[in-house]
């Protein structure tokens, strides 16, 4: 296990719900990757983020999907794209699974 975080560090990252709104390839990317359009609510909008899904997830399967991201990081340079939130999902080497809700709730709640 990594190191002991305080409850006061945790309180700090905001990890939100979002719907992916678009897909795109990312030829660019080391990796292949997917840029996302994710909309979090009116209080905080649309962030685009880059992620590694492509073996599990096909395009068409990602719109209208809700996903779970931090939306407080900076923001990074991921090649020609600018991530601005990081999408959260269990990693086993290369293989992604995508941290969502099981039932439809409102874009931008806060996740706890």
Known sequence: MEQ?????????VEMRIGTILEVNDFPQARKPAFQLTIYFGAEI???KSS?????????EALVG???VAVVNFP??????FM???????SVNEDDIVLLSSDLKVENGLRVG
């Open 65 to 67: 999907k809700q996903i």
């Open 83 to 89: 991530s601005e939130c990081l999408v959260l999902g």
């Open 4 to 12: 002991t975080l305080s409850w006061q560090d945790f309180e700090k």
């Open 51 to 59: 992620a590694q899904i492509t073996k599990r997830y096909t395009k």
């Open 45 to 47: 909008g649309i962030r």
């Open 75 to 80: 923001k990074k340079q991921i090649g020609n």
